[in-house]
């Protein structure tokens, strides 16, 4: 995971060199992001809250209602990552698939854009 919408923001800037477009639709999801998943977490909030927690049973129906829930943040957060991968140039693509390998992670797949076309006039 990227992490977009948490606190590395400008860790993303840097190690991936983002231009300014980028920059702009980095902070317009994570805006999205961290609005969608406040939704979430005052879900998980209100069930912590309120569900029934004295019995065996009803912490297993907790457990299983709190993994749905943070299944949607995980999966928002996913499909956020996948759209500022989908900006992201070969070169930083290719940065971020490196990345990946130093830290045993599996990268998304998604197809970045590539380079401008330039005249060279």
């Excluded at 919408?5 to 800037?13: D, F, L, M, P, V």
């Amino acid at each position: 995971m990227l992490g977009l919408g948490g606190s590395s923001a400008e860790t993303i800037i840097q190690v991936f060199q983002l231009n300014e477009e980028q920059i702009l639709k980095m902070n317009e999801w994570t805006a999205e992001l961290k609005l969608t998943n406040k939704v979430y977490q005052e879900e998980i909030t209100q069930l912590f809250d309120t569900h029934p927690q004295s019995k065996t049973e009803d912490l297993e129906a907790l457990a299983t209602k709190y993994k749905v829930l943070k299944d949607k943040v995980l999966a928002n957060t996913r499909e956020y990552d996948k759209r500022l991968l989908k900006l992201f140039n070969p070169k930083q693509y290719d940065r971020y698939l490196e990345l990946c390998a130093t830290a045993n992670r599996i990268p998304y797949q998604v197809v970045p854009r590539p380079y401008p076309f330039r005249n060279p006039e």
